[in-house]
């Protein structure tokens, strides 16, 4: 049989995409779908090999049985291959009908490849409208997949299998975690969990600002970057930076054999499943649980987590699942709600402690998909300056749960209230509901309610922008991986 070889692009079809037709890159385009060019299109007179090599940018190769694939991401071409290659950096690949071959520097190198456990059917619709929507859904059973296995709720011990000896961790003074967008708000959220279970000062930084000075000490430093897919450029660009001070390394990702994995110490994956919508849903809530299992991990390594309390913590996360479902279950009044409030100036999210990262990422998620003026703040900072954006059109979404200092954030709440902003809350508890115009209920789990409550926001975000006709899956100007710095 003849091997094809085919190149998945994520550059637009000129023939299906119309910039001047609003919405017209949604419905059809909803998946970022690549296009593929057989190899002979692209042939040289004489020349039956095609060339890749990789620089900075990521590539990686697909074997199939039909033939042989090139993507910056294996969710290119899911469906016709789970056998991949990761090139590194200044590496050549030779694809012909016979096969392919790896070279750096003139030399031959083995063609190292890996079985991804991801489904094909993982990278398909399942019969929802857009890709976001479907990952929304795909929650509960994206965190079941990243907690099984790893923790033992009788003994409140945890496994994320890394190679971090307990002297080691007993010595650090501090964790610096490196990431952007999302994957920062996870870090941020992850942050209070480690200086709350593992007693370690905790940093987060936004990577492409990093730098690793201030007197820090590289051998009592631990460093770990979250990145989605692995291949982010400023992250990379960050963890490097770290590398070569000489501090310890780890990466948090959903993508075994990304780049980051092969350049750092250690890597927990996230085990989320692919995710094809731009703006990151499942990956977040995965994401800040697998830190959560690293922080009391960390914490009964340094002897600064007792087994009762390890249990409580596992308790909640065990009970994210079915929380989020209940969540899910209530999507038809968060769809009301967005048709509501979709023609809003403004949207403005707060929260404290857990919450203020939710309230950021609930933010991002809206500006991502709706491309309408959304902000996040810590609650306490409105007064500071931001209440002068309030107005009757500008409604104020808040975290008022567990973990979020509601008592505190519903005096917040009472300021905007005061200058006519319509105010929805995620609550859990009996927090003075007669303050709000709209109550969404978050199940009593503990500190993870605010992760919950991102539920909300993100079924929020989708509506609104489905009410504008948005490209909800490939928003304008975006990208799903980050390559360049």
């Not at 092969?262 to 919508?277: C, Q, T, W």
Request: charged share 25%.
């Amino acid at each position: 049989m003849k091997r094809e070889t085919r190149i998945y692009s994520d550059s637009i079809d000129e023939d299906r995409f119309d910039p001047n037709q609003p919405g017209s890159n949604d419905q059809d385009r909803s998946r970022p779908a690549p296009s593929a060019i057989d190899a002979s299109t692209a042939a040289i007179a004489g020349v039956d090999e095609l060339f890749a090599i990789r620089q900075d940018s990521p590539l990686v190769i697909g074997h199939g049985e039909t033939g042989t694939f090139l993507g910056s991401d294996v969710t290119a071409f899911l469906e016709h291959t789970r056998e991949v290659t990761y090139l590194d950096d200044g590496e050549l690949a030779v694809i012909s009908g016979s096969g392919v071959e790896l070279y750096r520097d003139g030399e031959p190198v083995e063609v190292r490849t890996e079985q991804l456990t991801w489904e094909a059917d993982a990278a398909e619709k399942g019969g929802y409208e857009h890709y976001m929507r479907k990952e929304i859904h795909e929650q509960p059973r994206a965190l079941r997949q990243t907690l099984s296995g790893r923790y033992d709720l009788d003994s409140g011990t945890v496994d994320v299998e890394v190679d971090l000896p307990r002297e080691y961790l007993r010595s650090i003074e501090e964790i610096q975690i490196v990431a952007c967008g999302t994957s920062n708000y996870a870090g941020r959220y992850a942050a209070e969990l480690f200086e709350s279970l593992a007693d370690v000062r905790t940093t987060v930084e936004i990577a492409s600002e990093y730098e690793f000075d201030g007197g820090r000490d590289p051998w009592r430093t631990l460093v770990v970057a979250v990145t989605q897919s692995g291949e982010t450029a400023d992250t990379l660009s960050a963890i490097r930076k770290a590398i070569r001070a000489g501090a310890r390394t780890l990466a948090v990702t959903n993508t075994l054999g990304s780049t980051v994995t092969r350049e750092v110490d250690d890597s927990v994956f996230i085990r989320a499943g692919p995710e094809i919508g731009v703006a990151a849903t499942k990956t977040f809530a995965s994401q800040v649980a697998t830190l959560a299992l690293l922080a009391v991990y960390v914490g009964r390594e340094r002897s600064a987590l007792s087994s009762n309390r390890a249990r409580s913590v596992l308790e909640s996360l065990r009970s994210l699942p079915g929380a989020v479902q209940q969540v899910l279950d209530r999507e038809d009044a968060v769809h009301g709600i967005a048709t509501e409030y979709a023609d809003s100036e403004a949207f403005f999210f707060i929260g404290r402690k857990y919450g203020r990262s939710v309230a950021l990422e609930g933010a991002l998620k809206l500006k991502e998909i709706s491309y309408d003026h959304a902000e996040g703040f810590a609650a306490g900072e409105l007064k500071h300056g931001p209440l002068a954006l309030v107005t009757a059109d500008t409604p104020v979404l808040a975290v008022l749960t567990d973990g979020s200092a509601a008592a505190e954030t519903l005096n917040n709440v009472k300021e905007v209230q005061a200058r006519s902003a319509p105010v929805i809350g995620a609550v859990s508890g009996d927090i003075g509901e007669s303050y709000l115009d709209v109550t969404w209920e978050v199940p009593d789990i503990g500190m993870f309610e605010p992760l919950v409550t991102n539920v909300y926001w993100q079924l929020f975000a989708y509506h609104v922008a489905n009410e504008k006709g948005r490209s909800i899956d490939k928003p304008r100007n975006l990208a799903k991986s980050v390559t360049v710095e």
